[in-house]
T-cell receptor, first 116, second 114 residues
Framework: GAVVSQHPSRVICKSGTSVKIECRSLDFQATTMFWYRQFPKQSLMLMATSNEGSKATYEQGVEKDKFLINHASLTLSTLTVTSAHPEDSSFYIC????????????FGDGTRLSIL | DQQVKQNSPSLSVQEGRISILNCDYTNSMFDYFLWYKKYPAEGPTFLISISSIKDKNEDGRFTVFLNKSAKHLSLHIVPSQPGDSAVYFCAASVYGGSQGNLIFGKGTKLSVKP
C-alpha cells in the first residue's frame, strides 16, 4: 500500500526554536499534501493544504508566517514551526494523495512536538 | 461546532462478535466518507470509504453503512478480532472524492477481548 514517511517522530526543544518536519511519499507522487494538528482528546484538524509548486492554502485561524509550508517536489512537503512556543506543543501529522479520483489520503505516523 | 461526531469514546467487544462503530454528521454537503484505523504511535490507516450515492460498501470483514436522511454512518466489523483493537476515526469530505479537506471525528477506541 501507499507509504508516507514523516520525520522526526518526536521533537523536544526550547521556546523560540524553529522546528522543521518532513513528509515524504515513498512510493507514489503526491500532488497534494495536507498538514493536520491534533490536541489531546481532540480530532485531527486541518492546518493547510499544500500543492506541489504552489503556495499552501491555510485554514482559518492558522498563521501562515508561523507555520511555513514548502512543497518543492511531488514526494516532499515540509512544515516549519517558526519561533515555537509552548502553546505550539501538539501532534502534527501529514497526509498525501496521488491525485487519482477517489483515492484516500495516506497518513504519516505524526510528529509529537513539545516546546519547553 | 463539530461537524463529524463520534459519540462513543470507547467500545469493548468479545472476539468473534460484531463491532459497530457509529458516526453522525451535520453538514449535508458531505459527499464522501472514510473510516481510518489508528494504532498507538502510528498514523491513521485508511480502512474503507463510501460515496454519498451509495448506502453500503463492503470489504471483507468491514462494512460501512450510510443513512443520508439520518446523517449517520456506521462501521461493522464481523467477526471482530483482537488485532482490530485500535482507535477508529470517521472522516467526511465536502469537495467530492477524498481529495479535499477531511473533517474528522474524535475517534472511538475499540477493544476486542479474546
Amino acid at each position: 500500500g501507499a507509504v508516507v514517511s514523516q520525520h522526526p517522530s518526536r521533537v523536544i526543544c526550547k521556546s523560540g526554536t524553529s522546528v522543521k518536519i518532513e513528509c515524504r511519499s515513498l512510493d507514489f507522487q503526491a500532488t497534494t499534501m495536507f498538514w493536520y494538528r491534533q490536541f489531546p482528546k481532540q480530532s485531527l484538524m486541518l492546518m493547510a493544504t499544500s500543492n506541489e509548486g504552489s503556495k499552501a492554502t491555510y485554514e482559518q485561524g492558522v498563521e501562515k508566517d508561523k507555520f511555513l509550508i514548502n512543497h518543492a517536489s511531488l514526494t516532499l512537503s515540509t512544515l516549519t514551526v517558526t519561533s515555537a512556543h509552548p502553546e505550539d506543543s501538539s501532534f502534527y501529522i501529514c497526509s498525501a494523495v496521488n491525485g487519482q479520483h477517489n483515492q484516500p489520503q495516506h497518513f504519516g505516523d505524526g510528529t509529537r512536538l513539545s516546546i519547553l | 461546532d463539530q461537524q463529524v461526531k463520534q459519540n462513543s469514546p470507547s467500545l469493548s467487544v468479545q472476539e468473534g462478535r460484531i463491532s459497530i462503530l457509529n458516526c453522525d454528521y451535520t453538514n449535508s454537503m458531505f459527499d464522501y466518507f472514510l473510516w481510518y484505523k489508528k494504532y498507538p504511535a502510528e498514523g491513521p490507516t485508511f480502512l474503507i470509504s463510501i460515496s454519498s450515492i451509495k448506502d453500503k460498501n463492503e470489504d471483507g470483514r468491514f462494512t460501512v453503512f450510510l443513512n443520508k436522511s439520518a446523517k449517520h454512518l456506521s462501521l461493522h466489523i464481523v467477526p471482530s478480532q483482537p488485532g482490530d483493537s485500535a482507535v477508529y476515526f470517521c472522516a467526511a469530505s465536502v469537495y467530492g472524492g477524498s481529495q479535499g479537506n477531511l473533517i474528522f471525528g474524535k475517534g472511538t477506541k475499540l477493544s476486542v477481548k479474546p
